[in-house]
């Protein structure tokens, strides 16, 4: 049976508690709009069972409280006896321009000791080593804003929770401009992606001019393998606060490994005897901004695909580069199937003995022939992933170009 409720509640700015008017507040096809005080009443028709239980197909129906400037708010109004809530809880909503402020500093700053380092290191570094410190800070001084700007003409803020796949244009309410905007806002997109592969190749061309014969994409594998997903000592995000929030952050302890490891291998590597340290920090920042960079474009690109079709516009997209696109795709999760066999080598884990601590034993990784002799050994270690281990002897393998 159909059944009449009255969905009642009050909207207020995020920050302030301030008020707003006309905001509209919607449920299916049911519109309204809040007074000066905020306040709204929303008359709905909905189906029921004999129970008063909201029907199965309208459980997820959600109420979408929207107002231009601000980030859309939405609830499912249904308690959890499947009835209809008619009293919501105060809604506060952000406004875009705060939220777009937050999102930056939360993608694009750098903790300060990185800044420091980066900076002390400027001064007397040559000038490719310095066009790639330079490249890490035009794109999350300058890309990764412009990019942020650009999505929340689209009502897509909350940035991080996008990033780490919370949200989606699935599941999340969004907006298209209107066309004249749209054109704007595609026209901003192609010039991001223009400066990003331009970038690129100015990195690239760096790299050769320091001396190293290898693409970039193999360079950043190089160094997951060796060092761990985001060995950087540091937190990207801003001090937690109404306007900050931590986006990422790493353990002291991988930073200690970090520098172990550098020390360890910078003499038996060529590639880590071109590379200064500060510059490999570099470029592990460079690897995780441009990570975001295209993540967000990527966001962007489904959204303006949806606007232009709704919209009847044809439009011309920059292409990105085909080498960016391989690094923006490149597998990075710890739980990655772990390698049994490099370069002809059968890899595996076993413990060294005699190295007891308590219950804990030492292992290391080993990389036997096909008739299954030992040829080479890793460093013994407390580490309990078996993907660590193999990991380091698989780079020394491949680094040194050793065949079984």
Avoid: H
Wanted: net charge positive; with cysteine; charged share 25%.
């Amino acid at each position: 049976m159909i059944q009449s409720y009255t969905i009642k509640g009050r909207v207020v700015q995020f920050g302030n508690n301030k008020p707003l008017d006309k905001v509209k507040v919607s449920y299916s096809t049911f519109i309204t709009y809040t007074n000066k005080r905020g306040i709204y009443k929303l008359p709905i028709k909905i189906e029921v069972n004999d129970k008063g239980e909201v029907i199965e197909k309208f459980r997820s129906t959600e109420l979408i409280i929207d107002k231009g400037g601000f980030s859309p708010f939405k609830i499912i109004p249904i308690k959890g006896n499947n009835k209809i809530k008619t009293k919501i809880n105060v809604a506060k909503i952000t406004s875009n321009k705060k939220q777009t402020e937050k999102d930056i500093a939360e993608v694009g700053t750098i903790d300060d000791n990185i800044t420091k380092a980066l900076s002390n290191a400027e001064p007397s570094t040559p000038t490719p080593q310095k066009t790639i410190l330079n490249a890490v800070k035009a794109i999350s001084e300058r890309l990764l804003p412009f990019i942020i700007g650009m999505l929340a003409a689209f009502g897509i803020t909350n940035i991080k929770k996008w990033l780490d796949g919370k949200n989606t244009l699935e599941n999340t309410p969004t907006k298209c401009p209107t066309k004249a905007e749209l054109r704007r806002q595609i026209n901003k997109r192609n010039k991001v992606v223009k400066q990003l592969n331009n970038l690129y190749k100015v990195i690239t061309a760096a790299i050769a001019a320091i001396g190293i014969v290898t693409t970039l994409l193999r360079i950043f594998q190089l160094i997951m393998r060796l060092f761990g997903r985001f060995p950087v000592p540091s937190t990207i995000g801003t001090p937690p606060g109404p306007s900050g929030g931590v986006l990422y952050s790493f353990r002291i302890g991988q930073l200690i490994r970090f520098d172990e490891k550098y020390d360890k291998f910078k003499g038996k590597f060529k590639l880590f005897s071109k590379i200064p340290k500060i510059i490999l920090t570099a470029l592990i920042l460079l690897r995780f901004y441009l990570k975001a960079a295209l993540d967000l474009l990527k966001i962007a690109d489904n959204k303006i695909d949806q606007c232009s079709q709704e919209a009847g516009i044809d439009f011309t997209q920059e292409e990105i580069d085909n080498e960016l696109l391989a690094i923006g795709a490149q597998e990075e999760e710890d739980g990655n199937p772990v390698l049994t066999n490099v370069n002809g080598f059968k890899m595996s884990v076993q413990p060294v003995p005699k190295t007891e601590v308590g219950s804990i034993v030492k292992r290391q990784a080993v990389a036997k022939d096909s008739k299954g002799i030992i040829i080479l050994k890793g460093e013994p270690s407390f580490s309990a992933s078996d993907q660590i281990l193999i990991d380091e002897l698989a780079f020394y393998i491949t680094s040194n170009n050793l065949k079984a």
